[in-house]
């Protein structure tokens, strides 16, 4: 359990330096990635740091994660984890500063005695008012 | 995709279609009632099952014309011991309504021998399914 909480809470870390080659250091090879910016999914090599780099540079500095109410089971090989996390950026050119909260499913995979990300899901409910917004203003109930 | 997935894709399904025409049963059955289990839902977040039953029951009221078709396209699927996954985009179309999509991550755990389905992590990514989804009452 200690092995995916580090390897959870360390991919975020990395996010928050911005530290591209750490952060694609956790995922598997093939990952599926189902992110919160299109397309509606990633197939493509997740060890590419291009994409990651690119995202990164649409803030004025590393946005920063936290992982809240993690959740891990785990078997074998396999695990999985859910939990609550929460971005704060400030997007470039506006100086927009913001904070999301985001729903995030990873699926884990022991690969050489390591754990690797082989899929991420993240996702915002939208609103169902007829104005289809993505709901990037919940919060966790207190 | 393995044995694994031939077992559960069918019975995913089977219960979407269901809970598309007002049928919660095949749902009801299939997953598990046991903790953690969790629903992180287009439209809905919850977690246990006191939280996620009367969800299930609200959800199966709000389509109208019953389940079309369901079409899991499986990208990936695995299990090991007592846990496994799948991760597929799902494709349902409900009464008269053009067929929309959901990124839909699901993972199970054997209890008793069979699958149950302990977490669903879904959203419409694309605005076109999103609308197809919000205005399900409304057709």
Known sequence: MSDIRSVV???????????????????????????????????????????????????????????????????????YTTSLDRMTATS????????????????LRRIDGEWKVAHEHHSVPFAMDGSLRALVDLEPPA | VGDFASEVVPLLRAEVMALHSGDTAPRKALWSHREPVTLFGAEFTRSGWAELEPIFDHLATTFVG????????????????????VVAIERSQVGDRPMYELRVTTLFRREDGAWRVIHRHADPLTPASRALIADRQAS
């Open chain 1, 9 to 79: 809470l360390g991919q975020a870390a990395a996010i928050t330096a911005g530290d591209v080659k750490a952060v694609l250091f956790y995922y598997a090879p093939g990952a599926v990635r189902y992110t919160l910016a299109p397309p509606l999914r990633q197939t493509d090599d997740a060890h590419d740091p291009e994409p990651l780099a690119a995202w990164l540079a649409t803030f004025e500095a590393p946005p920063e994660i936290e992982v809240t109410e993690l959740s891990i089971v785990t078997d074998g090989d396999v695990a």
């Open chain 1, 92 to 107: 470039v050119g506006s100086g927009h500063t913001f904070t999301l909260w985001y729903r995030a499913t990873l699926g």
């Open chain 2, 66 to 85: 019953g389940g079309r078709d369901t079409r899991y396209e499986v990208l990936s699927a695995d299990c090991s011991g007592d846990l496994g996954y």
